[in-house]
């Protein structure tokens, strides 16, 4: 029905132009118009948009972390999974799969991916969080907080201004203030082990939070400074 919809538009959209195209131009344009009909596997009046190559395979497994805890993570599986297959060196997209794996309660899949992800990048603070997050849930405590204890001091120097491409970065400090949290948690031990699961899982959806507010800010400032 969707496709028929679409079908009817793009009919009357050629008919449209049938008048102001070159002969030889219309149907090399039909042409090109039905293959991207028959492509389309996603609802285009519904907003779902059908994504192509490992590109947008991985746009759609990271939007998922974007949305908070409201993310479907079944969906970032597939798609990074998808991703890792075709080229486990595509951006972050191990330690996006690590993050997922997380979030389903996959934890000792979780701790595997991570270091599969600090073997390709050893500087990985998300990684390193990840790991040191899934080492204390399947039982590993003593290791798990010798890597939180580096992961939390890596992400704080790394959270700054410029992190991730977006100069005012953190700007209301949530990150910072996250990190501080955990800091605190950790400083308690073993015994606080709930407290530190639950504050370095809040370092992680902070910067979550903070990215999705940059990405939809970012434009109205450069717009602002084109005015």
């Known amino acids: 029905m969707k496709h028929q919809k ?18 030889l131009l219309l149907p090399a344009l039909l042409l090109a118009l039905s293959g991207l009909l028959q492509a389309c596997s ?3 009046f519904s907003g779902s948009l059908p994504r192509w190559g490992i590109g947008g395979r991985y746009n759609e497994g990271r939007e998922q972390f ?4 409201g993310g479907n993570m079944d969906t970032a599986v597939e798609a990074l999974q998808s991703v890792v297959k075709d080229d486990p060196t595509y951006k972050d997209s191990m330690t996006l799969l690590a993050r997922a794996y997380y ?4 934890f000792d899949a979780a701790r595997q991916v991570s270091q599969r992800a600090l073997l390709l990048n050893k500087d990985d603070e ?9 080492q204390l849930r399947v039982g590993e405590d003593e290791p798990g907080m010798e890597t939180l204890g580096g992961a939390i001091t890596l992400a704080s120097k790394a ?8 100069p005012d970065w953190d700007s209301k400090a949530i990150v910072r203030t996250a990190v501080s ?3 605190v948690a950790y400083k308690k031990g073993l015994e606080e082990k709930e407290g530190i699961l639950r504050a370095v899982e809040t370092i992680l ?10 990405r939809i800010n970012k434009p109205r400032v450069e717009q602002r400074g084109r005015e």
């Open 6 to 23: 679409f079908g009817i538009i793009l009919n009357f959209a050629i008919c449209s132009l049938n008048f102001s195209l070159p002969g």
């Open 42 to 44: 996603g609802d285009i």
């Open 66 to 69: 974007l949305r908070g805890r």
């Open 103 to 106: 979030r389903k309660g996959y």
């Open 126 to 134: 998300i990684a390193w969080l990840v790991l040191g997050l899934a």
């Open 159 to 166: 959270s700054r201004g410029g992190y991730r491409n977006f």
């Open 181 to 183: 949290r955990a800091v």
């Open 205 to 214: 959806l902070r910067m979550d939070d903070e990215e999705n507010f940059q």
